[in-house]
């Protein structure tokens, strides 16, 4: 799909750009130039090089980024917007700074995202964008809302998982928006029941992340072996759940299954599971093979049988959006084993992989057991999982529906 010539410049903006564990985010913005549009990222943090994929890293050259601050361009940006722009900016910090319902902590951070949204405003200036896309809700989002009161440009976001625990300003967000794009029904039904005052629905526009089906395709699937793969790679915390998957595991093993689990990734419940495998005796069996970047995610998928990935709901009620490495493990034709949490029903649905309650390790252990054990229902469910992400999740045919969506909005229409 091509755009129109005359409007095709937007923003797009998150909070740390490109990065390891948002690769939806670069990928999104490599198809949107693709198909035409000119694409200027800008970010809040910017990411230490070495912890990139080597795909993402050319992007940071072209990115600009709020922090590290440099204090003179910071002072001349301030004070250029506060002469030329005097009501707007002091109408917009008054907004922010006055928004009912926030915490104090709340008001202190958005009053650091409005510092940072003017700093990099003269950015977005030059660069002619005609509307502001945001991933995430939190301070890219608020600084896509600056950018839109400050120089009269549309803004939209997507919506991922991080409103389930850190709602700062989202009324104002969702209200503002010209449109909201949600990756599932679950999230925006969640963000409808939060604000059922809010004539909002109209706004939402459901487009899951997508992933490229040519670039994830088995090519070489694994042959079966004594002991089957179990495989699983995300960021290592709370909402992930690998604990089960390390109880699930101890069970499997109590009943005499012969198989072996990698866990790749890192992150703060990496202690958590080495103490759980020493416990539990799984040495021989599960297998922490550490942070794993995008050139060699695709080789270790290749080498799995299945695909597990137990997410819940954290303590804070932190919990997934639809974990974008489920999509690339079933458009390899991996089967896989997840929990009914957010929108992982709607990717994994009856038939095309194995879904069961959170936190429930007899469950998860059974869904394993019995792809372990069968090699024709391995292959019945990954086939039938890869034709779903590749007529629902295929990042081509989504992207080009974000390109009428910005269309629409270049062309006020």
Do not use: W
Request: net charge negative.
């Amino acid at each position: 799909m091509t755009v129109n010539p005359r409007n095709k410049t937007i923003g797009y903006i998150t909070q740390s750009f490109p990065g390891l564990t948002t690769t939806f985010i670069y990928r999104e913005v490599f198809a949107l130039r693709e198909a035409g549009f000119d694409v200027n990222t800008f970010a809040i943090r910017k990411p230490d090089i070495k912890g990139l994929s080597e795909e993402s890293r050319s992007l940071m050259a072209s990115t600009h980024y709020a922090l590290p601050l440099r204090p003179l361009h910071f002072i001349k940006a301030h004070l250029k917007t506060i002469f030329t722009r005097p009501i707007k900016y002091f109408s917009t910090f008054f907004m922010l700074m006055t928004m009912p319902g926030e915490s104090l902590t709340n008001r202190r951070r958005t009053f650091f995202h409005f510092m940072e949204a003017i700093y990099l405003l003269p950015y977005a200036q030059a660069s002619g964008i005609g509307h502001i896309h945001a991933h995430f809700s939190v301070n890219a989002a608020t600084v896509a809302l600056v950018f839109s009161r400050m120089i009269g440009i549309s803004f939209s976001f997507t919506v991922h998982n991080n409103f389930f625990t850190d709602r700062i300003v989202l009324r104002e967000k969702l209200n503002q928006a010209r449109f909201i794009v949600s990756i599932s029904e679950f999230s925006k039904q969640y963000l409808l029941d939060l604000f059922p005052e809010d004539d909002i629905a109209d706004k939402f526009e459901i487009v899951h992340c997508g992933v490229s089906p040519e670039k994830f395709d088995q090519a070489n699937p694994p042959e079966n072996p004594e002991r089957p793969l179990i495989y699983s790679v995300s960021q290592v915390v709370e909402r992930k759940g690998y604990p089960y998957l390390i109880e699930a595991c101890k069970v499997l093993k109590e009943r005499g299954c012969s198989f072996k689990c990698q866990i790749a990734g890192d992150g703060p419940e990496l202690g958590l599971l080495e103490n759980l495998i020493r416990k539990y005796e799984l040495q021989d069996d599960v297998e922490l093979l550490g942070k794993v970047f995008q050139e060699d995610l695709i080789s270790q998928l290749n080498q799995a049988h299945i695909f597990a990935l137990p997410c819940i709901t954290a303590k804070n009620g932190d919990m997934d959006g639809v974990p974008v490495v489920l999509m690339e493990s079933m458009s390899m034709g991996i089967p896989c084993v997840s929990t009914f949490v957010s929108g992982i029903p709607e990717l994994i649905e009856e038939g095309e992989g194995l879904v069961v309650q959170e936190k429930d390790v007899t469950a998860f252990a059974d869904a394993l057991q019995s792809l372990l054990e069968d090699e024709q229902l391995r292959n019945k469910l990954g086939k039938a999982g890869q034709a779903k992400v590749q007529a629902e999740y295929n990042i081509e045919n989504n992207v080009a529906r974000l390109c009428k969506l910005f269309e629409r909005s270049l062309n006020n229409e």
